[in-house]
Protein backbone atom coordinates (compact mmCIF):
# COMPACT_ATOMS: atom_id res chain seq x y z
CA UNK A 1 0.00 0.00 0.00
CA UNK A 2 1.20 3.48 -1.13
CA UNK A 3 2.14 5.76 1.29
CA UNK A 4 0.01 8.97 1.83
CA UNK A 5 1.44 12.76 1.72
CA UNK A 6 1.42 14.60 4.24
CA UNK A 7 -1.33 16.86 3.14
CA UNK A 8 -3.74 14.24 2.23
CA UNK A 9 -4.18 12.85 5.59
CA UNK A 10 -4.44 16.63 7.46
CA UNK A 11 -7.06 17.60 5.58
CA UNK A 12 -7.83 20.02 8.17
CA UNK A 13 -9.43 22.37 5.97
CA UNK A 14 -12.47 20.25 6.18
CA UNK A 15 -13.17 22.09 9.29
CA UNK A 16 -11.10 25.07 9.40
CA UNK A 17 -13.57 27.54 8.63
CA UNK A 18 -16.43 26.09 10.36
CA UNK A 19 -16.69 27.20 14.28
CA UNK A 20 -14.27 26.68 17.17
CA UNK A 21 -16.50 26.99 20.16
CA UNK A 22 -17.17 23.63 21.61
CA UNK A 23 -14.89 22.78 24.72
CA UNK A 24 -14.10 19.85 26.39
CA UNK A 25 -17.16 19.51 28.56
CA UNK A 26 -19.16 20.30 25.69
CA UNK A 27 -18.04 17.26 23.46
CA UNK A 28 -18.05 14.85 26.47
CA UNK A 29 -21.61 15.87 26.78
CA UNK A 30 -22.75 15.59 23.28
CA UNK A 31 -21.60 12.27 22.94
CA UNK A 32 -23.25 10.92 26.31
CA UNK A 33 -26.21 12.92 25.39
CA UNK A 34 -26.72 10.85 21.97
CA UNK A 35 -26.26 7.50 23.22
CA UNK A 36 -28.37 7.51 25.94
CA UNK A 37 -32.11 7.90 24.68
CA UNK A 38 -35.29 6.12 24.81
CA UNK A 39 -33.17 3.05 24.14
CA UNK A 40 -31.47 2.86 27.44
CA UNK A 41 -34.95 4.89 29.10
CA UNK A 42 -37.45 2.24 27.72
CA UNK A 43 -35.70 -0.60 25.32
CA UNK A 44 -33.19 -1.91 28.32
CA UNK A 45 -36.09 -4.54 29.95
CA UNK A 46 -36.70 -5.91 25.98
CA UNK A 47 -32.60 -6.67 26.78
CA UNK A 48 -33.60 -8.33 30.12
CA UNK A 49 -36.96 -10.12 29.09
CA UNK A 50 -34.66 -11.87 25.89
CA UNK A 51 -31.93 -13.07 27.84
CA UNK A 52 -32.82 -12.80 31.42
CA UNK A 53 -29.79 -11.74 33.91
CA UNK A 54 -27.03 -12.68 31.42
CA UNK A 55 -27.99 -10.14 29.37
CA UNK A 56 -25.46 -8.32 31.58
CA UNK A 57 -23.19 -10.49 29.70
CA UNK A 58 -24.46 -9.23 26.84
CA UNK A 59 -24.01 -5.52 27.75
CA UNK A 60 -20.42 -5.94 28.55
CA UNK A 61 -19.79 -7.95 25.15
CA UNK A 62 -21.46 -4.76 23.26
CA UNK A 63 -19.55 -2.24 25.67
CA UNK A 64 -16.19 -3.95 24.68
CA UNK A 65 -16.84 -3.65 21.13
CA UNK A 66 -18.07 -0.12 21.43
CA UNK A 67 -15.17 0.92 23.83
CA UNK A 68 -12.51 -0.37 21.21
CA UNK A 69 -14.11 1.20 18.00
CA UNK A 70 -14.25 4.44 20.26
CA UNK A 71 -10.68 4.30 20.76
CA UNK A 72 -9.69 3.72 17.61
CA UNK A 73 -11.93 6.54 16.07
CA UNK A 74 -10.33 8.54 18.71
CA UNK A 75 -6.88 7.40 17.94
CA UNK A 76 -7.52 9.14 13.95
CA UNK A 77 -9.13 11.73 15.21
CA UNK A 78 -6.63 13.14 17.69
CA UNK A 79 -4.11 12.84 14.80
CA UNK A 80 -6.81 13.81 11.92
CA UNK A 81 -9.53 15.98 13.55
CA UNK A 82 -12.22 16.38 10.83
CA UNK A 83 -15.86 17.23 10.64
CA UNK A 84 -16.69 14.39 8.65
CA UNK A 85 -15.02 12.55 11.29
CA UNK A 86 -15.31 8.06 10.09
CA UNK A 87 -16.29 9.24 6.57
CA UNK A 88 -12.92 11.44 5.75
CA UNK A 89 -10.86 8.58 7.45
CA UNK A 90 -12.29 5.72 5.43
CA UNK A 91 -11.94 7.50 2.45
CA UNK A 92 -7.82 7.95 3.11
CA UNK A 93 -7.17 5.26 4.53
CA UNK A 94 -9.95 2.66 1.74
CA UNK A 95 -10.50 4.70 -0.99
CA UNK A 96 -13.10 7.62 -2.09
CA UNK A 97 -15.93 5.28 -2.50
CA UNK A 98 -15.82 4.00 1.18
CA UNK A 99 -15.74 7.68 2.18
CA UNK A 100 -18.96 9.13 0.34
CA UNK A 101 -20.62 5.63 1.13
CA UNK A 102 -19.88 5.97 5.08
CA UNK A 103 -20.65 9.90 4.99
CA UNK A 104 -24.30 9.44 3.94
CA UNK A 105 -24.88 6.09 5.33
CA UNK A 106 -24.52 7.37 8.15
CA UNK A 107 -26.44 10.69 6.94
CA UNK A 108 -29.41 8.44 5.74
CA UNK A 109 -29.17 6.44 9.30
CA UNK A 110 -29.70 9.44 11.48
CA UNK A 111 -32.22 11.20 9.14
CA UNK A 112 -34.57 8.39 9.70
CA UNK A 113 -33.27 8.34 13.86
CA UNK A 114 -34.39 11.93 13.87
CA UNK A 115 -37.82 11.08 12.79
CA UNK A 116 -37.90 8.10 15.14
CA UNK A 117 -37.26 11.01 18.19
CA UNK A 118 -39.65 13.59 17.27
CA UNK A 119 -42.23 11.47 16.46
CA UNK A 120 -41.59 9.74 19.89
CA UNK A 121 -41.31 13.12 21.90
CA UNK A 122 -44.11 14.97 19.98
CA UNK A 123 -46.54 11.63 20.69
CA UNK A 124 -45.95 11.79 24.63
CA UNK A 125 -46.03 15.62 24.66
CA UNK A 126 -49.68 15.10 22.49
CA UNK A 127 -50.96 13.24 25.47
CA UNK A 128 -50.30 16.28 27.78
CA UNK A 129 -51.63 18.88 24.84
CA UNK A 130 -54.72 16.64 23.85
CA UNK A 131 -55.80 19.49 21.92
CA UNK A 132 -52.76 20.21 19.93
CA UNK A 133 -52.43 18.47 16.78
CA UNK A 134 -49.44 15.89 16.72
CA UNK A 135 -47.79 17.44 13.99
CA UNK A 136 -48.13 21.28 15.49
CA UNK A 137 -46.03 19.96 18.11
CA UNK A 138 -43.82 18.26 15.97
CA UNK A 139 -43.06 21.17 13.56
CA UNK A 140 -42.46 23.19 16.85
CA UNK A 141 -39.84 21.32 18.01
CA UNK A 142 -38.46 21.17 14.47
CA UNK A 143 -38.03 24.59 14.04
CA UNK A 144 -37.24 25.18 17.54
CA UNK A 145 -34.19 22.99 17.13
CA UNK A 146 -33.38 24.59 13.78
CA UNK A 147 -33.01 27.85 15.38
CA UNK A 148 -30.09 26.36 18.20
CA UNK A 149 -28.42 24.80 15.31
CA UNK A 150 -28.52 28.35 13.04
CA UNK A 151 -26.89 29.76 15.86
CA UNK A 152 -23.44 29.86 17.00
CA UNK A 153 -21.71 26.41 18.02
CA UNK A 154 -20.99 27.59 21.47
CA UNK A 155 -24.37 28.62 22.07
CA UNK A 156 -25.56 24.68 20.52
CA UNK A 157 -22.66 23.11 22.69
CA UNK A 158 -23.96 25.05 25.89
CA UNK A 159 -27.54 24.22 24.91
CA UNK A 160 -26.54 20.46 24.16
CA UNK A 161 -24.44 20.11 27.69
CA UNK A 162 -27.46 21.25 29.60
CA UNK A 163 -29.57 19.16 28.05
CA UNK A 164 -27.58 16.22 28.81
CA UNK A 165 -26.68 16.94 31.74
CA UNK A 166 -30.32 16.06 32.73
CA UNK A 167 -30.44 12.96 31.74
CA UNK A 168 -27.23 12.41 33.29
CA UNK A 169 -28.48 13.13 36.78
CA UNK A 170 -31.52 11.29 36.28
CA UNK A 171 -29.46 7.88 35.06
CA UNK A 172 -27.38 8.95 38.64
CA UNK A 173 -30.04 9.59 41.06
CA UNK A 174 -31.22 6.40 39.37
CA UNK A 175 -28.29 4.34 40.54
CA UNK A 176 -28.11 5.71 43.81
CA UNK A 177 -31.90 4.89 44.48
CA UNK A 178 -31.26 1.02 42.94
CA UNK A 179 -28.67 0.66 45.52
CA UNK A 180 -30.64 1.71 48.29
CA UNK A 181 -33.39 -0.64 46.99
CA UNK A 182 -30.94 -3.73 47.15
CA UNK A 183 -29.97 -3.28 50.32
CA UNK A 184 -32.79 -2.53 51.61
CA UNK A 185 -31.83 0.85 52.97
CA UNK A 186 -35.31 2.61 52.37
CA UNK A 187 -37.97 3.06 53.77
CA UNK A 188 -40.51 0.24 53.79
CA UNK A 189 -38.17 -2.28 51.34
CA UNK A 190 -36.40 -5.23 52.51
CA UNK A 191 -32.95 -6.17 51.44
CA UNK A 192 -32.94 -8.03 47.77
CA UNK A 193 -29.17 -9.30 47.45
CA UNK A 194 -28.85 -11.59 44.37
CA UNK A 195 -32.41 -13.34 45.35
CA UNK A 196 -33.78 -11.99 41.01
CA UNK A 197 -30.15 -12.42 40.32
CA UNK A 198 -29.73 -15.79 40.22
CA UNK A 199 -33.81 -16.93 41.06
CA UNK A 200 -36.55 -17.17 38.70
CA UNK A 201 -34.25 -20.24 36.66
CA UNK A 202 -30.65 -18.76 37.39
CA UNK A 203 -28.81 -16.65 35.96
CA UNK A 204 -28.48 -17.85 32.21
CA UNK A 205 -32.65 -18.72 31.96
CA UNK A 206 -32.77 -18.64 28.46
CA UNK A 207 -29.37 -20.05 27.99
CA UNK A 208 -26.22 -18.46 25.98
CA UNK A 209 -28.63 -18.76 22.82
CA UNK A 210 -30.53 -16.25 25.23
CA UNK A 211 -27.41 -14.36 25.42
CA UNK A 212 -26.60 -14.01 21.74
CA UNK A 213 -30.35 -12.93 21.11
CA UNK A 214 -29.52 -10.45 24.18
CA UNK A 215 -26.40 -9.05 22.34
CA UNK A 216 -28.60 -8.62 18.87
CA UNK A 217 -31.16 -6.20 21.51
CA UNK A 218 -28.24 -4.26 22.84
CA UNK A 219 -25.49 -4.05 20.02
CA UNK A 220 -26.74 -0.44 18.67
CA UNK A 221 -27.82 0.46 22.05
CA UNK A 222 -24.92 2.78 22.13
CA UNK A 223 -24.73 4.45 18.95
CA UNK A 224 -24.54 7.94 18.96
CA UNK A 225 -20.89 8.46 21.19
CA UNK A 226 -19.10 8.90 17.30
CA UNK A 227 -20.78 12.10 17.37
CA UNK A 228 -17.78 13.43 19.69
CA UNK A 229 -15.42 13.27 16.78
CA UNK A 230 -17.26 14.70 14.41
CA UNK A 231 -17.79 17.92 16.80
CA UNK A 232 -13.93 17.69 17.24
CA UNK A 233 -13.52 19.98 14.25
CA UNK A 234 -14.72 22.49 15.71
CA UNK A 235 -13.51 22.40 19.27
CA UNK A 236 -10.54 25.14 20.70
CA UNK A 237 -8.06 22.24 20.86
CA UNK A 238 -9.06 19.61 18.74
CA UNK A 239 -6.11 17.18 19.21
CA UNK A 240 -6.28 17.48 23.21
CA UNK A 241 -10.04 18.13 23.36
CA UNK A 242 -11.00 14.63 21.56
CA UNK A 243 -8.29 12.57 23.24
CA UNK A 244 -9.92 13.73 26.93
CA UNK A 245 -13.62 13.52 25.48
CA UNK A 246 -13.25 9.78 24.02
CA UNK A 247 -11.52 8.54 26.93
CA UNK A 248 -13.99 10.28 29.41
CA UNK A 249 -17.31 8.81 27.08
CA UNK A 250 -16.62 5.34 26.50
CA UNK A 251 -16.42 4.40 30.06
CA UNK A 252 -19.14 6.70 31.11
CA UNK A 253 -21.87 5.29 28.89
CA UNK A 254 -20.53 1.96 29.73
CA UNK A 255 -20.91 2.57 33.52
CA UNK A 256 -24.31 3.98 33.19
CA UNK A 257 -25.32 1.33 30.76
CA UNK A 258 -24.15 -1.88 32.98
CA UNK A 259 -24.54 0.00 36.31
CA UNK A 260 -28.63 0.76 35.12
CA UNK A 261 -28.95 -2.82 33.79
CA UNK A 262 -27.86 -3.98 36.78
CA UNK A 263 -29.91 -2.39 39.39
CA UNK A 264 -32.99 -3.46 37.22
CA UNK A 265 -32.26 -7.27 37.40
CA UNK A 266 -31.35 -6.76 40.86
CA UNK A 267 -34.35 -5.57 42.29
CA UNK A 268 -36.59 -7.11 39.86
CA UNK A 269 -37.21 -10.69 38.57
CA UNK A 270 -36.17 -10.37 34.83
CA UNK A 271 -39.69 -11.83 33.46
CA UNK A 272 -41.29 -9.18 35.70
CA UNK A 273 -43.97 -7.76 33.02
CA UNK A 274 -43.24 -4.29 34.66
CA UNK A 275 -39.87 -4.07 32.78
CA UNK A 276 -41.54 -4.60 29.49
CA UNK A 277 -44.46 -1.80 30.41
CA UNK A 278 -45.03 0.92 28.53
CA UNK A 279 -43.33 2.76 31.32
CA UNK A 280 -40.10 1.48 31.09
CA UNK A 281 -37.99 -0.37 33.34
CA UNK A 282 -36.78 2.88 34.98
CA UNK A 283 -40.25 3.49 36.09
CA UNK A 284 -40.51 0.04 37.29
CA UNK A 285 -37.69 0.10 39.32
CA UNK A 286 -38.69 3.26 40.87
CA UNK A 287 -42.14 2.31 41.64
CA UNK A 288 -40.12 -0.66 44.30
CA UNK A 289 -39.28 3.07 46.28
CA UNK A 290 -42.19 4.15 46.07
CA UNK A 291 -41.50 7.89 45.15
CA UNK A 292 -44.81 9.99 44.23
CA UNK A 293 -45.40 11.35 40.58
CA UNK A 294 -42.21 8.75 39.26
CA UNK A 295 -44.23 7.73 36.21
CA UNK A 296 -45.07 11.71 35.14
CA UNK A 297 -41.03 12.40 35.69
CA UNK A 298 -39.75 10.21 34.32
CA UNK A 299 -42.12 10.79 30.74
CA UNK A 300 -40.53 14.13 30.89
CA UNK A 301 -37.05 12.45 30.91
CA UNK A 302 -37.78 10.32 28.13
CA UNK A 303 -38.71 13.73 26.05
CA UNK A 304 -35.85 15.69 27.08
CA UNK A 305 -33.78 11.92 26.14
CA UNK A 306 -35.09 12.25 22.56
CA UNK A 307 -35.29 15.63 22.10
CA UNK A 308 -31.38 16.34 23.30
CA UNK A 309 -30.45 13.20 20.88
CA UNK A 310 -32.56 14.92 18.16
CA UNK A 311 -30.54 18.03 18.85
CA UNK A 312 -27.23 16.13 18.51
CA UNK A 313 -28.48 14.26 15.36
CA UNK A 314 -29.17 17.39 13.24
CA UNK A 315 -25.59 19.01 14.28
CA UNK A 316 -24.01 15.34 13.34
CA UNK A 317 -26.08 15.16 9.98
CA UNK A 318 -25.36 18.91 8.99
CA UNK A 319 -21.56 18.40 9.71
CA UNK A 320 -21.78 15.46 7.49
CA UNK A 321 -22.97 16.90 4.87
CA UNK A 322 -20.99 19.80 4.69
CA UNK A 323 -17.87 17.57 5.15
CA UNK A 324 -19.05 15.56 1.87
CA UNK A 325 -19.78 18.59 -0.25
CA UNK A 326 -16.63 19.86 0.71
CA UNK A 327 -14.74 17.17 -0.58
CA UNK A 328 -16.58 16.67 -4.11
CA UNK A 329 -19.44 13.83 -2.67
CA UNK A 330 -22.64 16.47 -2.40
CA UNK A 331 -24.15 19.76 -3.78
CA UNK A 332 -21.38 22.20 -3.49
CA UNK A 333 -24.25 24.67 -1.98
CA UNK A 334 -24.00 22.37 1.52
CA UNK A 335 -20.41 24.48 2.23
CA UNK A 336 -21.95 27.65 2.29
CA UNK A 337 -21.56 28.91 5.91
CA UNK A 338 -23.07 31.43 8.07
CA UNK A 339 -20.33 34.65 9.53
CA UNK A 340 -20.09 32.88 12.74
CA UNK A 341 -18.78 29.47 11.06
CA UNK A 342 -22.43 27.23 10.87
CA UNK A 343 -23.13 25.21 7.60
CA UNK A 344 -26.57 27.21 7.66
CA UNK A 345 -27.34 25.24 4.25
CA UNK A 346 -26.34 21.95 5.77
CA UNK A 347 -28.44 22.66 8.72
CA UNK A 348 -32.01 23.63 6.45
CA UNK A 349 -31.34 20.25 4.74
CA UNK A 350 -31.02 18.07 8.52
CA UNK A 351 -34.21 20.25 9.41
CA UNK A 352 -35.96 19.69 6.27
CA UNK A 353 -35.61 16.11 6.03
CA UNK A 354 -35.79 15.38 9.73
CA UNK A 355 -39.20 16.87 9.22
CA UNK A 356 -40.00 15.06 6.01
CA UNK A 357 -39.25 11.90 8.18
CA UNK A 358 -41.87 12.60 10.67
CA UNK A 359 -44.04 12.88 7.76
CA UNK A 360 -42.88 9.22 6.57
CA UNK A 361 -43.41 7.86 10.18
CA UNK A 362 -47.34 9.15 10.03
CA UNK A 363 -47.80 8.46 6.32
CA UNK A 364 -45.78 5.52 4.92
CA UNK A 365 -47.54 2.43 4.75
CA UNK A 366 -46.45 0.15 8.06
CA UNK A 367 -44.81 -2.43 5.12
CA UNK A 368 -42.34 0.77 3.69
CA UNK A 369 -41.24 2.31 6.44
CA UNK A 370 -40.36 -0.97 7.98
CA UNK A 371 -37.88 -1.53 5.49
CA UNK A 372 -36.39 1.84 5.33
CA UNK A 373 -36.40 1.88 9.82
CA UNK A 374 -34.96 -2.00 8.80
CA UNK A 375 -32.18 -0.63 6.75
CA UNK A 376 -30.73 1.96 9.23
CA UNK A 377 -31.15 -0.99 11.75
CA UNK A 378 -27.43 -2.48 10.80
CA UNK A 379 -26.50 1.03 9.51
CA UNK A 380 -24.24 1.31 12.37
CA UNK A 381 -22.87 -2.23 12.40
CA UNK A 382 -21.54 -1.18 8.91
CA UNK A 383 -19.99 2.18 10.17
CA UNK A 384 -18.32 0.17 12.79
CA UNK A 385 -16.34 -2.47 10.62
CA UNK A 386 -15.47 0.11 7.93
CA UNK A 387 -14.46 2.16 11.08
CA UNK A 388 -11.63 -0.47 12.15
CA UNK A 389 -10.95 -1.64 8.76
CA UNK A 390 -10.13 2.22 8.23
CA UNK A 391 -7.68 2.50 11.62
CA UNK A 392 -5.98 -0.69 10.78
CA UNK A 393 -5.03 0.68 7.34
CA UNK A 394 -3.86 4.03 8.34
CA UNK A 395 -2.95 3.53 11.90
CA UNK A 396 1.03 2.81 10.70
CA UNK A 397 1.21 5.88 8.08
CA UNK A 398 0.12 8.00 11.49
CA UNK A 399 2.60 6.70 13.52
CA UNK A 400 5.13 7.81 10.58
CA UNK A 401 4.19 10.76 10.89
CA UNK A 402 4.64 10.87 14.64
CA UNK A 403 1.22 12.44 14.84
CA UNK A 404 -0.65 10.12 17.42
CA UNK A 405 -1.05 11.78 20.86
CA UNK A 406 -4.51 8.82 21.71
CA UNK A 407 -3.35 4.89 20.86
CA UNK A 408 -4.96 2.14 20.10
CA UNK A 409 -4.29 -0.76 22.86
CA UNK A 410 -2.91 -3.90 22.19
CA UNK A 411 -2.35 -2.75 18.02
CA UNK A 412 -3.19 -4.81 15.94
CA UNK A 413 -3.91 -7.47 17.86
CA UNK A 414 -7.02 -5.72 19.59
CA UNK A 415 -8.35 -4.33 16.55
CA UNK A 416 -8.42 -7.32 14.79
CA UNK A 417 -10.14 -9.39 17.79
CA UNK A 418 -12.69 -6.19 17.35
CA UNK A 419 -13.01 -6.64 13.64
CA UNK A 420 -13.71 -10.40 14.62
CA UNK A 421 -16.72 -9.46 17.19
CA UNK A 422 -18.81 -7.12 15.02
CA UNK A 423 -18.29 -10.55 12.36
CA UNK A 424 -19.31 -12.64 15.03
CA UNK A 425 -22.42 -10.17 15.45
CA UNK A 426 -23.13 -10.27 11.80
CA UNK A 427 -23.18 -14.19 12.27
CA UNK A 428 -25.75 -14.05 14.83
CA UNK A 429 -27.94 -11.52 12.88
CA UNK A 430 -27.96 -14.18 9.93
CA UNK A 431 -29.74 -16.75 12.20
CA UNK A 432 -32.18 -14.25 13.58
CA UNK A 433 -35.36 -13.31 11.47
CA UNK A 434 -36.29 -10.54 12.23
CA UNK A 435 -32.40 -9.46 12.43
CA UNK A 436 -31.53 -11.08 8.48
CA UNK A 437 -34.39 -8.37 7.09
CA UNK A 438 -32.25 -5.76 8.59
CA UNK A 439 -29.13 -6.91 7.06
CA UNK A 440 -30.84 -7.81 4.07
CA UNK A 441 -32.01 -4.24 4.15
CA UNK A 442 -28.73 -2.69 4.58
CA UNK A 443 -26.98 -4.64 2.30
CA UNK A 444 -29.64 -2.96 -0.37
CA UNK A 445 -29.08 0.52 0.75
CA UNK A 446 -25.40 0.02 1.16
CA UNK A 447 -25.61 -1.29 -2.52
CA UNK A 448 -27.40 1.79 -3.90
CA UNK A 449 -25.28 4.63 -2.17
CA UNK A 450 -22.15 2.47 -3.58
CA UNK A 451 -24.06 2.90 -7.39
CA UNK A 452 -23.92 6.77 -6.25
CA UNK A 453 -20.38 7.22 -5.86
CA UNK A 454 -19.68 5.22 -8.85
CA UNK A 455 -22.04 7.84 -10.66
CA UNK A 456 -20.74 11.11 -8.76
CA UNK A 457 -16.87 10.13 -9.19
CA UNK A 458 -17.58 9.69 -13.37
CA UNK A 459 -19.72 13.32 -12.98
CA UNK A 460 -17.08 14.97 -11.26
CA UNK A 461 -14.06 13.37 -13.89
CA UNK A 462 -15.90 14.26 -17.01
CA UNK A 463 -16.74 17.73 -15.35
CA UNK A 464 -12.72 18.78 -15.02
CA UNK A 465 -11.99 16.69 -18.80
Not at 190 to 195: E, H, L, R, S
Not at 295 to 307: E, I, K
Not at 335 to 345: D, E, R, W
Not at 436 to 443: K, N
Request: proline fraction near 4%; charge should be neutral.
Amino acid sequence: MSDVRQEDTAALGDGKALGSGLKVRHLTMMGLGSAIGAGLFLGTGVGIATAGPAVLVSYVIAGAIVVCVMRMLGEMGAAVPASGSFSHYARIGIGPWAGFVMGWLYWFMLIMVLGAEITGASRIVGEWLPDVPQWVIALVFVVFFAVINLAKVSNFGEFEFWFAAIKVAVIVAFLLVGILLVFGLLPGTAPVGTTNLFGHGGFLPEGFAGVAAGLLVVAFAFGGIEIVTIAAAESEDPERSIATAVRSVVWRITLFYIGAVAIMVLVLPWDSPALTGPEGPFVAVLDQAHIPYVSGFMQLVVVVALLSAFNANIYGTSRMAFSLARRGDGPAIMTKLSASGVPVNAVWLSVFFGFVSVLLNWWLPEALLGILLNAVGASLLVIWIFIVVAHLRLRPRLEREGRLTLRMWLFPYLSYATLAMLGGVVVLMLFDADARAQLISTAVLFAVITVLSVVNRRWRARRHD
